[in-house]
């Protein structure tokens, strides 16, 4: 190659460099080709020229999320609202969470909702664009200056690895009311609980999203008082997805009542109260002055009256129930209860129960000694033990597992006599495990339905009606172990409610129309009249004791299954084979049928 075209060979790469240095944004630079050879620039990646702007990883907008989280999540110790919180003896809504759930289940749901404060300032020269330029001083950027979260926690987490969602109410702002923008967040966990059929757990503190006058401030006007999210809560109710409630402080109103209409609900003592009104408006109301909390609708008022089914000590008492109850529910009535493993023998034969009832029929006994006897051992949570004390109901395990448990309690005032809050507390029972596809093993000793004047204004038979329609009504699988007496439309409720009924009875077994005490005295009213008036008191108690011999042998239960009358006597050491061997039945066979009924929707037990 000559001397020229090597030098114009050299020029064409030159002007070639400098096109595609231009073409990369580069500056040109002057360069002598002739006396320098040309260079090949190294490899670069492509760059925009130097400009200001957000980052295109959106550091910015990940940045205030966080800030805003962490100011949610850090408590303002000099906020009047948390300083009350905790001089109440109470957790923290955080608190209250972190002890809920399992660790590091939590995830949250509207985390960042509430008022912001926002402002604008001057961006630093220590940012950097995109291609790693410093901003042009003099630029603004939007900053978080103050953050009010909502009076609200809600979200996703697990309980003893349960899936659930849940909502937590921070009474340190605005104590829980409407306008921190809660009823909108939690009318949403409602809808997701519905739509995902999983447990939902409400942590109630103050009016729930209720009212305030407040409110009526801030709108500019008043309003027709709304309830948007109760038809959520009556379909996920009569759909079995376990609702369980907790009232950790003054639980209000709208509040009162989210904690209330709940499948399982506690109230922690130390902190518990529940009401329509606080004390401010029923002193206005009603003239009722000078009330405490405790005194308006505290633990001792609503965990005897049935409007609270449990009593906890605290409130980390409260959420051990909440997951005691949890591990006896399905996610839903559409699939089945969590079976798990026993180490409890089904087989195991229980001698002490041949001996537990008395042969002196005035005598007590304990009839949870017989439940804990015949359940999975550690097993039986009784559920509602301070109210309706006539019966006994709970959540246990047989052979690993769950069943609904019902008793009649002989140690009650009314010897076991049903009354009206009694029934109440069985008809609620029978709907739960109606919902929850639970079979229903119950223990029977029932006198009949309380009687007296104080029975009767308590309106006994209307609730002892309505508890009748309950056991006609619902659907699940009922065994029964008739261990002692059975009377009276009580008793036939009870046990004729199923058919072909399943049942047991032990030879302590006793039954009639009405019991002896009582019932010989309608019966032969004219004979022992007739003796008294003819020899005298000691004439008509010597008849008398002639008759309940007489019947008495004629009531031994032996003579009712030689009828028929009764399916099977057993010896008491048996029952729980047998009533294992049903509820291994139940499972196995039936149980799938069922949940696909309830799929189909050609069974549709009801709750509410």
Not at 517 to 530: F, M, N, P, W
Request: charged fraction near 25%.
């Amino acid at each position: 190659m000559g001397a020229d075209e090597s030098s114009s060979s050299d020029q064409q790469a030159s002007a070639r460099l400098k096109q595609v240095v231009g073409h990369l944004g580069g500056k040109e630079e002057k360069q002598d080709t002739e006396s320098k050879p040309a260079q090949v620039p190294k490899r670069r990646g492509r760059r925009r020229a130097s400009v200001s702007g957000p980052p295109a990883d959106y550091s910015d907008r990940l940045g205030q999320l966080e800030t805003l989280r962490k100011l949610a999540r850090t408590p303002d110790t000099e906020r009047r609202g948390y300083r009350r919180q905790k001089e109440a003896g109470k957790l923290w809504v955080w608190e209250r969470v972190d002890a809920l759930l399992d660790q590091g289940s939590l995830q949250e749901v509207g985390s960042v909702t509430g008022d912001v404060v926002w402002a604008r300032k001057k961006k630093s020269a220590a940012g950097s664009t995109d291609d790693g330029q410093s901003p042009s001083l003099g630029e603004e950027e939007e900053t978080i200056d103050g953050f009010t979260p909502s009076n609200s926690v809600q979200g996703f987490g697990r309980l003893n690895g349960r899936k659930i969602v849940f909502t937590a109410d921070d009474y340190s702002l605005r104590a829980g009311h409407a306008d921190g923008a809660l009823w909108e967040k939690t009318e949403y966990i409602e809808k997701l609980a519905l739509s995902l059929r999983i447990p939902i757990v409400k942590l109630v503190d103050g009016s729930s999203g209720g009212g305030s006058v407040t409110t009526i401030r801030k709108n500019g006007f008043s309003y027709v008082p709304p309830l948007p999210a109760f038809n959520h809560v009556v379909k996920q109710l009569n759909l079995g997805i376990p609702n369980l409630g907790a009232a950790l402080g003054p639980s209000i109103g709208l509040g009162a009542a989210r904690v209330t209409v709940c499948h399982f609900s506690v109230m922690a003592a130390n902190v518990g109260s529940l009401f329509n009104a606080g004390p401010k408006v029923v002193e206005g109301a009603t003239f009722e002055e000078g009330l405490t909390l405790s005194e308006l609708g505290g633990p001792d008022m609503h965990c005897r009256n049935g409007t609270i089914d449990n009593l906890a000590t605290d409130e980390h008492h409260a959420f051990q129930q909440i997951r005691t109850v949890l591990g006896y529910l399905p996610n839903s009535g559409l699939s089945i209860p969590p079976v798990a493993e026993s180490a409890d023998p089904w087989d195991r034969r229980e001698t002490s129960l041949r001996a537990i009832i008395p042969r002196r029929k005035e005598r007590m006994y304990d009839p949870r000694r017989i439940i804990k006897a015949v359940v999975d051992q550690d097993t039986f949570f009784e559920i509602g033990t301070l109210w309706g004390t006539t019966a006994i109901v709970g959540l246990a395990r047989l052979g690993g597992r769950p069943v609904g448990i019902i008793s009649n309690n002989c140690e009650s005032p009314t010897g076991g006599a049903l009354d009206a809050l009694g029934s109440q507390k069985l008809t609620r029972h029978l709907k739960l495990c109606d919902v929850m596809n639970l079979p229903l093993v119950q223990f029977v000793d029932i006198p009949g339905y309380a009687v007296g004047t104080v029975a009767e204004r308590a309106a006994t038979m209307r609730h002892g009606v309505n508890l009748a329609l309950a056991y006609y009504s619902t659907t699940t699988p009922v065994f029964s172990v008739v261990t002692r007496r059975v009377y009276g439309v009580a008793g036939g409720v009870m046990l004729d409610c199923r058919d072909p009924r399943t049942r047991v009875a032990w030879p302590s077994g006793d039954w009639g129309s009405l019991p002896l005490k009582g019932g010989i005295e309608v019966g032969h009213s004219h004979e022992l009249r007739e003796a008294e008036r003819t020899g005298g008191p000691e004439k008509a108690d010597a008849l008398y004791k002639e008759l309940e011999a007489e019947y008495e042998g004629l009531m031994n239960p032996v003579r009712t299954a030689n009828a028929f009358g009764v399916e099977e006597i057993i010896d008491p050491a048996d029952t729980r084979p047998v009533v294992c061997t049903w509820v291994e039945h139940v499972y196995e066979s039936l149980m799938e049928e069922r949940v696909a009924q309830r799929r189909a929707g050609t069974l549709k037990p009801s709750f509410a």
